[in-house]
């Protein structure tokens, strides 16, 4: 789309929204007690999974905040797919502990798990009353979101995904005022991540670039972040996961994840997160592994609508497209994708985790009920949709 396009858009206000400050590199971490301090916190909640903090690594930072004078409790409930219940666990123990900050640790489950937890401490109701599009009517608990993966970038978005455990649905929560106040990736803590939630946590940040750069709601500069995100990811992600000790590889995809997470912020996504969510609240996978799954599937029913986006992205991904028309070249990333998927171990399709066919179609009604397909650049029926989800088996 050309500037002019976006200009001629009638009715049209562009947001920009990200954290107020953002750090990044290899021991920036530290820097969470006097960032902490600046905002005022007295007594924090420290939200994060049972894995971080058996090793160790919640009490390292409640260590940090303590040698600035503020205390801390530990709140380790935040799951995969994090529910309205871990949300509420997490409530419960900010209120008990008198607690007035909040400082999330992990991947996107811990900081989605922390936001629930910050609206409802600071709002009130349900953690279901805030689903949709800036529900929230006051500013929400202070956070600092601390990252230790490179994918989600959870750290730094106004989105939280929780699950509704009556439906099985995930909640898309899109709230300007979840967005956190202070993002901190340093990409020490992501050596830590195993080859296959590298490789996961990777195709996430690209399925985010890919989404956002083919949005209806993109703008040139989601553009600019999205494009320098898929030509890192590209170059760097198979570094990362081969050599996980890899500090310029390991610092290359925090910046990639969070170009990707800044173009998606803004730009929103498509139908690939609006069908994943659905894989991940019945069956409870992995989100990045269902996202590179169906990504090349949604790029191929989405072609028609952004041929010239998409032949863009093959170069952005390493193809030399010289010479070639531009819907050859389109159909080269959608290729890109896939050898990129298979060369870092993700799997071949969806039937390898477990999904029936028989849940296609209530799945493909939810995602027509998800706020991510609204932005997606092609409409689709149904039957698309469940034709989508058959291709991705």
Request: hydrophobic share 45%; net charge negative.
């Amino acid at each position: 789309m050309s500037l002019l396009n976006y200009l001629q858009l009638a009715d049209r206000t562009d947001g920009f929204f990200i954290p107020s400050v953002t750090l990044v590199g290899p021991g920036c971490v530290k820097e969470v007690g006097p960032r902490a301090k600046m905002l005022g916190a007295k007594r924090a909640l420290i939200v994060t999974d049972a894995g971080l903090h058996k090793m160790g690594l919640s009490q390292e930072i409640a260590d940090l905040l303590r040698s600035e004078g503020i205390d801390s409790v530990i709140f380790a409930g935040a799951e995969p797919n994090p529910t309205d219940i871990n949300v509420h666990d997490g409530v419960k123990v900010y209120q008990k502990e008198k607690c007035d900050f909040i400082v999330s640790l992990g991947d996107g489950s811990s900081h989605d798990c922390a936001k629930g937890i910050g609206l409802v401490t600071a709002g009130g109701g349900h953690i279901r009353d805030y689903e949709g599009v800036d529900k929230s009517k006051v500013p929400m608990t202070p956070l600092i979101a601390i990252n230790t993966t490179a994918g989600t970038a959870s750290e730094m978005t106004r989105f939280c995904i929780i699950t509704n455990t009556d439906t099985h649905v995930k909640m898309a929560i899109v709230d300007w005022r979840c967005t956190p106040l202070v993002a901190i990736d340093d990409p020490r803590l992501t050596v830590k991540m195993p080859p296959a939630l590298t490789a996961a946590t990777g195709m996430d940040a690209l399925t985010h670039a890919v989404e956002a750069y083919v949005s209806t709601a993109a703008t040139p500069i989601t553009d600019a972040c999205a494009e320098k995100a898929i030509a890192l990811i590209g170059q760097w992600l198979p570094k990362a996961v081969a050599n996980g000790d890899w500090m310029e590889a390991r610092a290359a995809m925090c910046y990639a994840q969070y170009l990707a997470g800044m173009a998606f912020n803004n730009a929103s996504l498509g139908y690939v997160h609006a069908m994943a969510h659905q894989l991940g609240g019945f069956y409870n996978l992995p989100h990045g592994v269902c996202n590179a799954i169906l990504l090349p599937h949604v790029c191929q029913f989405n072609l028609i609508a952004a041929t010239e986006r998409y032949a863009r992205i093959a170069a952005l991904l390493g193809v030399e497209t010289l010479g070639m028309e531009m819907r050859e070249a389109a159909l080269a990333a959608i290729d890109a994708i896939k050898t990129l998927s298979s060369s870092i171990g993700i799997p071949r399709g969806l039937s390898e985790l477990g999904v029936k066919a028989a849940d296609h179609k209530v799945m493909a009604e939810n995602a027509q009920k998800d706020a991510c397909m609204l932005t997606n650049p092609r409409k689709a029926t149904l039957e698309q949709v469940i034709g989508i989800f058959e291709a991705a088996m």
